[in-house]
């Protein structure tokens, strides 16, 4: 009887990684975790990972290397914040680090500026401090240092004509220091 049930246990684990694997890469932890949910245990869980391993079903290096590239080059993120999802999803510190070796400097800002670019159009019409102020905050929830959000946000508004206030008929105007810091 205890045979029948760690069979059972197995064929359940191996069900439960077929049916995440299938949908989208998963780490190793994701999947133990999954399992344990549904009370595989540890051992048989252990089992069942260790031979998908082997196979080449469940990468963690691949798995990390995906998340950083997509997540960089996609969606903007910077180092930080795929580092913290990284570990979210349970891939070791040495793993994560060389996934986001790939990401420098000068990539990271490179996809902050693309990023701004894209979505200051959005703002236009704004006061320039509402526009810098929402997105310094988009750069900042992509894990971007505040520091180098200002420079691009500041860098790209400019590039785009938007340092200057509009005028009632939304041409741009000049205007002196003193009227650009009352509200």
Known sequence: MVTGQAEDHEKVARQIALRLLTSAPRSRAQLAEAMAKKDVPPAVAETVLDRFTDVGLIDDAEYAAILVRTRHTERGQARRAIAQELTRKGIDAETAAEALDVIDRESEDAAAYDLVRRRAP???????????????????????????????????????GGTAPHDGAGELRDVGADELDSP
């Open 122 to 160: 959005a703002s236009v019409g704004l006061p320039r401090e509402k526009r810098e102020r929402r997105l310094v905050e988009m750069l900042a929830r992509k894990g971007h240092h505040p520091s180098a959000a200002f420079r691009i946000v500041r860098e790209v508004l400019a590039e785009q």
